[in-house]
């Protein structure tokens, strides 16, 4: 069974799973919100690799 990466909150500090707190946006962006503090970043750039 594969143990699904955790992300640490840059305001409260508590960690919660990967897809509890990342959401893919069109544009190849992602939003992080934190579930504990509900504090969120937008526009997050990611890249589709090589």
């Avoid at 190849?28 to 890249?47: D, K, R």
């Amino acid at each position: 069974m594969k143990k699904e990466p955790t992300v640490i909150c840059p305001f409260c500090h508590e960690q919660e799973v990967l897809s509890k707190t990342l959401t893919a946006q069109s544009n190849q962006n992602v939003i992080f919100t934190c579930p504990s503090c509900l504090e969120s970043i937008t526009n997050i750039e990611t890249s589709k690799g090589d």
